[in-house]
T-cell receptor
Framework: QKEVEQNSGPLSVPEGAIASLNCTYSDRVSQSFFWYRQYSGKSPELIMS????GDKEDGRFTAQLNKASQYVSLLIRDSQPSDSATYLCAVDSSAGGTSYGKLTFGQGTILTVHP | DVKVTQSSRYLVKRTGEKVFLECVQD?????MFWYRQDPGLGLRLIYF???????EKGDIPEGYSVSREKKERFSLILESASTNQTSMYLC???????????FGSGTRLTVV
């Protein structure tokens, strides 16, 4: 069973701080990693994807991947109250197989940014 | 932008009813997925489809079936609804491996 684990949270940070969200995965052949944001009562929306070791930046968001440690993280700089949501880590283990892009999700980390 | 449309936002059904949840995507994606999301259990894959009339079971297929007669439409069927199928149901589509998903807005199903 492929597993994706996230720090359970909830995580509370003050406005303007850096929020750090962490995720580990069990399937060593995993090649593609995604972060989704889900507001309460809404469906998940894709905010970041990362495929190579290292950092990938998009605005205030930075995704970090370390395949040797089977670890992926999301940093949110200058956190805003509008960033308050559940963040889902998702892993695609399609490499070498036929999983058709099927994703395995972590249980999510609830982030609250307080003014 | 890819649009994934789920026909109902909220549904209330009675135990034993046959329930159809519809999902339509408008970007010619090959792969479509049905998940349910429950507090404390996260997103769990029920079924997915990689082509018309092709389907595979996910992690929790019991009590469900699916239909994909056209590429753009993927239906989830609850053969005989039970109260433990009360959940948020999310449909997603994907262009393929390593492409991530686009989700529909979800259907919150209550079985009474």
């Amino acid at each position: 069973q492929k597993e994706v684990e996230q720090n359970s949270g909830p995580l509370s940070v003050p406005e303007g701080a850096i929020a750090s969200l962490n995720c580990t995965y069990s399937d060593r052949v995993s090649q593609s990693f995604f972060w989704y944001r889900q507001y309460s009562g809404k469906s998940p929306e894709l905010i970041m994807s990362i495929y190579s070791n290292g950092d990938k930046e998009d605005g205030r968001f930075t995704a970090q991947l370390n395949k040797a440690s089977q670890y992926v993280s999301l940093l949110i700089r200058d956190s805003q109250p509008s960033d308050s949501a559940t963040y889902l880590c998702a892993v695609d283990s399609s490499a070498g197989g036929t999983s058709y892009g099927k994703l395995t999700f972590g249980q999510g980390t609830i982030l609250t940014v307080h003014p | 932008d890819v649009k994934v449309t789920q026909s109902s936002r909220y549904l209330v059904k009675r135990t034993g009813e046959k329930v159809f949840l519809e999902c339509v995507q408008d970007m010619d994606h090959e792969n479509m997925f049905w998940y349910r999301q429950d507090p404390g259990l996260g997103l769990r894959l029920i079924y997915f489809s990689y082509d018309v009339k092709m389907k595979e079971k996910g992690d929790i297929p019991e009590g469900y079936s699916v239909s994909r007669e056209k590429k753009e439409r993927f239906s989830l069927i609850l053969e005989s609804a039970s109260t433990n199928q009360t959940s948020m149901y999310l449909c997603a589509s994907s262009l393929g491996p390593a492409r991530g998903y686009t989700f529909g807005s979800g259907t919150r199903l209550t079985v009474v």
